[in-house]
């Protein structure tokens, strides 16, 4: 494992309680950033095996009010935001788009796209205080192609790369870059979501045969996080084990 540097990094990551987001926990924490886990499973927070400066607040990425409440409380405490990683996500249920239940549609377009812009909202403010920020948004190679029967997911995790790219230049006169990941499928919790005829879709896209390893996630990000990253923002990062055609 590479060394980067997070040291006295104050960092948030939503979601952070399992897969994607623990990984990305675990790795900025042995980095020497300080963590906070906004996540809303209570149970589950209390039952990870916390890394050293690691710390958890009950967070619902849907509420704008729980998130600007969240940001405040870390602000107090930390003084400042240094990194936000906008990990929070549901793959939602496999459905026709015209079969699609409306309430199904509005939970995952909730949670995967609302959800980003609320933290951002929140957070943004407080990084151009200090003219210094990472964010990372956690996207999808669904948001760049388009998977059957997962409409919602797909249109949410496309609308997450547009805001990316939006507010990479929004920023881009700051010390403060925004950048996303377009991850194939990984092992996760969340393919307790999906139909396994779905599970199998998804790996037969993939040229590497194997789906992707939530530690090979969490190293690209915790460069992407890193002050070594002064350059690039608004970028999409692939990482489809060959499957992202652009």
């Not at 509420?63 to 906008?86: C, M, W």
């Not at 990990?87 to 939970?107: C, D, H, M, R, V």
């Not at 881009?172 to 979501?193: G, L, W």
């Not at 002064?230 to 990482?239: C, I, P, Q």
Request: glycine content about 6%; aromatic content about 8%.
């Amino acid at each position: 494992m590479n060394n980067i540097d997070l040291n006295n990094k104050v960092a948030i990551v939503t979601g952070g309680a399992q897969g994607f987001g623990y990984s990305m926990v675990e790795r900025f924490s042995a980095s020497g950033a300080k963590v906070i886990i906004w996540d809303k499973d209570i149970k589950l927070m209390k039952q990870i095996s916390l890394p050293k400066q690691v710390e958890t607040m009950e967070v619902d990425v849907t509420s704008y009010q729980s998130v600007e409440t969240a940001t405040n409380d870390a602000i107090a405490k930390f003084k400042s935001i240094d990194i936000l990683v906008n990990n929070a996500g549901i793959a939602g249920p496999s459905f026709k788009t015209w079969e699609y239940p409306l309430e199904e549609w509005q939970q995952v377009i909730d949670i995967d796209l609302n959800g980003v812009f609320y933290c951002c909202k929140s957070v943004v403010p407080n990084m151009i205080s200090n003219n210094y920020g990472r964010i990372v948004n956690v996207a999808s190679i669904a948001g760049k192609e388009g998977n059957p029967n997962a409409m919602p997911y797909s249109a949410a995790k496309a609308g997450v790369i547009a805001l990316t790219k939006s507010l990479g230049k929004e920023l881009a006169d700051k010390n403060i870059a925004v950048n996303c990941v377009t991850p194939a499928a990984a092992k996760t919790r969340i393919f307790d979501q999906i139909s396994q005829e779905h599970i199998d879709y998804m790996l037969s896209k993939i040229p590497r045969n194997r789906f992707l390893k939530v530690e090979e996630l969490a190293s690209m990000v915790s460069w992407l996080v890193s002050e070594e990253n002064s350059y690039t923002t608004g970028a999409v990062f692939d990482l489809s084990g060959g499957r992202a055609t652009y």
